[in-house]
């Protein structure tokens, strides 16, 4: 499978970007739904926050990895014929590239505001280094929680319902061509 992407499909690095962020957005996810079942103050509570803000920065630093291969070469041709649609697409491909880097840097920078050093994984630490100041923090807290979440759930639930659409009612590849292990140039 070709790395670059070809006229008709997604090379292998695309395809991985894009079902790597889309694990890690889960994840992200899926850890803070799991902080909420235990007390606060508990150490679970604390390790699955820990968890959900490892995730979320792990996307803020692969965004730009993944922009800058997304720029150094051409898309796959779009086999979309319509021509609203075709712009509806690339409108939610783009508006995700930013809540990809939106969604997380709210969350960094709350976590900046609140004097909270944030953990990679035990790995490494992202030292603070702004200034406290709480009713900021709280002010992206907001934005993080509702405005941006909601906005990248509801570009997600259209972007699935488009990719199962157009596997299976208007049958022209789209879904096939950023599924892994799929390649034809
Ligand atoms: C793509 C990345 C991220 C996603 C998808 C995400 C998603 C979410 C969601 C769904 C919530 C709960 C919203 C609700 O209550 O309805 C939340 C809350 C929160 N997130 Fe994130 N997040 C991301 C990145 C981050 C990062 C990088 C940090 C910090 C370094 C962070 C810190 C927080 C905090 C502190 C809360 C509030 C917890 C509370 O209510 O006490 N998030 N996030
Ligand atoms: C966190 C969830 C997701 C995000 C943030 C996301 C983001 C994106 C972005 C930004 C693109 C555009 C690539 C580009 O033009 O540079 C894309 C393409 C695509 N996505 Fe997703 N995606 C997500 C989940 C999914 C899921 C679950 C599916 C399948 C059910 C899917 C199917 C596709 C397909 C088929 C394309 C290629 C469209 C084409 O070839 O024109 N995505 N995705």
């Given amino acids: 499978m070709p790395a670059r992407n070809t006229p008709m499909y997604w090379g292998w690095v695309a395809k991985s970007f894009h079902w790597l962020m889309f694990a890690l957005i889960v994840g992200a996810w899926f850890a803070f739904e799991q902080h909420e079942d235990f007390p606060k103050g508990s150490t ?27 720029f150094s070469g051409p898309a796959p041709d779009s086999v979309i014929t319509s021509k609203w649609q075709h712009r509806a697409a690339e409108g939610v491909h783009w508006a995700l590239y930013f809540l990809m880097i939106m969604m997380p840097l709210s969350g960094l920078l709350m976590s900046q505001f609140d004097g909270r050093v944030v953990s990679w994984f035990g790995v490494f630490d992202i030292p603070v280094f702004l200034s406290e100041n709480k ?7 907001g934005l993080h929680e509702d405005v941006w979440w909601p906005l990248l759930l509801t570009l ?9 659409w157009h596997q299976f009612i208007v049958k022209d590849g789209v879904l096939k061509r950023m599924l892994p292990f799929t390649s034809r140039s």
């Fill in 44 to 70: 679970e509570r604390a390790e699955w926050m820990n968890l959900h803000r490892a995730f979320g920065a792990s996307v803020f630093f692969l965004v730009w990895l993944r922009l800058a291969w997304r």
């Fill in 135 to 141: 009713p900021l923090a709280e002010q992206l807290k």
């Fill in 156 to 164: 997600i639930g259209l972007h699935v319902a488009a990719a199962v």
